[in-house]
Structure formats: C-alpha cells, structure tokens
C-alpha cells in the first residue's frame, strides 16, 4: 500500500485545514489507519486513529473536539478535518496503515504501522 498525503499548509492560529491521505495502490479496507506528527527532534504522536472497520476512533487529549478523522474506503481515503488550529499543533504530519486488517482496536503506537505516507507539513502561526 502508498501513502500519500496533502493537504497541509501555513495558517493562523484559530483556522482550519483538511489533510487528507489517499491510498495510490492496494487498499486500506479494513486496516486500521491513524494519523500521526512529528516535530523535529521529538518521537512521532498519535493525532488521531480509527480501527479496521472504522467503528472505532480514538483522539490524541490534545486534539479531541477540534479534530477530525474519517474515512471512506471505496475511495481510499482518510481525511484530518483539523479546526481551531493552535500554534502547538506545527508538525509535520503522517498517516498510516496497518497491514492486519479488522483489528477492532485503535492503534496508538507507530511501531504497529506497516505503512506511512511521506507527510505534510501543518504550520501554525500565533
């Protein structure tokens, strides 16, 4: 499976941006996908994930309520609808998938990811 995501940009703190991460080969059908940050010199975070079949959402306590995750497999995407972006929320942003499909858990940990797309950067101006 390849990643690819977009969607990021510059904006100011209070605005919204839409990644979105589509899936150019294979297909994500139930595999469980996250999305996940990084800032220079600190580990990769969990932003936000969905299980196998998508019943299941989790959000990182920094991003819940203005974060949003969904997914749509007939066209392998997965989509970070980002709202009320704070300038903590800089960092250069990945989606992932797992190559197990229908596990009925979010994963948190990026160690449990097959697959990664090369990310986009989110920046974040106060």
């Known amino acids: 499976v390849q990643l690819q995501a977009s969607g990021g940009g510059l904006v100011q703190a209070g605005d919204s941006l839409r990644l979105s991460c589509v899936a150019s080969s294979g297909t994500i059908s139930g595999s469980p996908m996250a999305w996940f940050r990084q800032v220079p010199g600190k580990a990769d975070e969990f932003v936000a994930g969905t299980s196998g079949s998508g019943e299941k959402i989790d959000y990182a306590g920094s991003t819940k309520g203005r974060f949003r995750i969904s997914r749509d497999n007939s066209k392998k995407t997965l989509t970070l609808q980002m709202n009320n972006l704070e300038p903590e929320d800089t960092a250069r942003y990945y989606c992932?998938?797992?190559?197990?499909?229908?596990?009925?858990?979010?994963?948190?940990?990026?160690?449990?990811?097959?697959?990664w797309g090369l990310g986009t950067q989110v920046t974040v101006s106060s």
């Open positions: 992932a998938a797992d190559k197990a499909t229908w596990v009925a858990v979010v994963l948190k940990n990026p160690a449990a990811y097959d697959y």
